[in-house]
């Protein structure tokens, strides 16, 4: 059984449900230490003073905040300690919102709330609540020495706890240079338009997180166990870069889409049901049919 980050509660009203606090990452990350290529030694980090490359100990080091101009503000220990929250190993609810009123970039961790002992019975009826309503609690959370605010949802069995982003961490996406949803203007034919349909509903398929690979990680270990076993280098052969196109080069989109769509039927890609007819040229004579659109809504991203 995992160890618990804390034991504590959800609290919203008079409401204590007793609960424990649980990771719901299990990242197996590969981690490189530098070497000395010479000797092949650890190479180790030293904390310097830049102006004079002196080693500093670790007691003279202070914190500051760079107010610009080579300014620094010094904060001590005792300023963060009065700005740390207390540790109250409690998740506050706030309020209720819609499921699908929180966009997918707010989401960062999660984590997996569990009973104890009594409060059992409160999961299950906060849980069942959640279930039937759509709805999922905002709160405050405190983890080691931050306050987060979090989200908590019903997942089957177990109630998930995501830690979200403050507005204040996301970039304004208006920035950023993208197309309008004029595609008549954009032009885009109603042929493309059939033929990019066409293609999703061929690469239709159930999701099945076990049927993706961390490809990079998996060639990295195989990599090591053969030059572990070996006992010397084994070259790794590096893969084709993929073709990209040219900013401001003209691409045929229709005829892309059209190989697309008979490389994923004659590979049997996908768990869809086919795809409508061929679509043709643009001009009436060139009318086809768009693929059936399934039902049903998507999902909220993985919490785990």
């Known amino acids: 059984m995992p160890r618990s980050i804390w034991k504590g509660a959800i609290s919203f009203g008079l409401v204590n449900i007793p609960v424990n606090l649980f990771s719901a990452e299990s990242r197996q990350e590969l981690r490189f230490n530098q070497l000395d290529k010479r000797t092949m030694t650890r190479v180790r980090e030293k904390r310097v003073n830049e102006q004079t490359g002196d080693e500093v100990a670790y007691e003279d080091i202070v914190r500051g905040y760079d107010t610009g101009g080579g300014n620094y503000v010094v904060l001590t220990e005792e300023d963060f300690k009065q700005a740390n929250p207390k540790a109250t190993q409690a ?3 706030l309020g209720f919102v819609n499921a699908d009123e929180i966009d997918i970039t707010y989401f960062d961790k999660p984590y997996y709330l569990a009973p104890i002992g009594s409060g059992k019975k409160g999961y299950a009826l906060l849980r069942s609540v959640l279930h039937e309503t759509g709805r999922v609690a905002i709160a405050k959370v405190v983890i080691r020495t931050r306050e987060y605010l979090c989200a908590v949802f019903a997942r089957g069995d177990v109630m998930v706890l995501e830690i979200l982003r403050f507005a204040y961490e996301l970039r304004d996406p208006s920035e950023l240079d993208v197309p309008g949803d004029d595609l008549e203007a954009l032009g885009v034919s109603k042929p493309e338009i059939t033929m990019a349909e066409q293609l999703v509903e061929a690469m239709v398929t159930s999701w099945d997180p076990e049927v ?6 998996e060639d990295l270990l195989r990599a090591i166990e ?9 070259a790794i052969t590096p893969a084709e870069p993929a073709g990209v196109a040219a900013e401001g080069k003209v691409v045929d989109i229709m005829a892309l889409l059209k190989r697309s769509v008979e490389e994923v039927r004659a590979t049997g890609g996908g768990d ?23 039902g049903g809504k998507g999902g909220r991203r993985r919490a785990a």
């Open 272 to 294: 869809g049901d086919g795809a409508a007819a061929e679509a043709g040229g643009e001009g009436d004579g060139g009318k086809a049919k768009a693929a059936p659109r399934r």
């Open 226 to 234: 053969e030059k572990q076993a070996s006992g010397q280098a084994a």
């Open 91 to 93: 998740v506050n609810i």
């Open 212 to 217: 993706y690979r961390d490809d990079f990680r």
